[in-house]
Nanobody, 129 residues
Framework: QVQLVESGGGLVQAGESLRLSCAAS????????MGWFRQTPEKEREGKER?????????????YYADSVKGRFTISRDDGKNTVYLQMNSLKLEDTAVYYC?????????????????WGQGTQVTVSS
């Protein structure tokens, strides 16, 4: 059973940067594609699924981003540290959300949350004007 713990969230102003980390225990991340998703309370109340942000293949050689973050966010992994990162630059108000990391073993760069086997508890990112 893989446990994932996110960290690095916080309150920043628009245009600033944050780096999120996702540390794993109970298993090696090198076997998993790793994704980042986000959710706002409003969308959760509406029953919408978590929004895909980015994913990196198990090998680290392939990545895929949501259009809304392409060119601003970068996903990376350090399997030696069993950790995945999300570097977020040029943050916008609409990036405000709880950010979750997730692991999937079978579906590679799949952007749908139902494809993922393990989830962290989330870390809050708030962008103010």
């Amino acid at each position: 059973q893989v446990q994932l713990v996110e960290s690095g969230g916080g309150l920043v102003q628009a245009g600033e940067s944050l780096r999120l980390s996702c540390a794993a225990s109970g298993g090696a991340l090198s076997s998993y594609a790793m994704g980042w998703f986000r959710q706002t309370p409003e969308k959760e109340r509406e029953g919408k699924e978590r929004e895909f942000v980015a994913v990196i293949s198990w090998s680290g050689t392939s990545t895929y981003y949501a259009d809304s973050v392409k060119g601003r966010f970068t996903i990376s992994r350090d399997d030696g540290k069993n950790t995945v990162y999300l570097q977020m630059n040029s943050l916008k108000l609409e990036d405000t959300a709880v950010y979750y990391c997730a692991a999937n073993r079978q579906y590679g760069l799949g952007p749908h949350p139902q494809l993922y086997d393990y989830w962290g508890q989330g870390t809050q990112v708030t962008v103010s004007s």
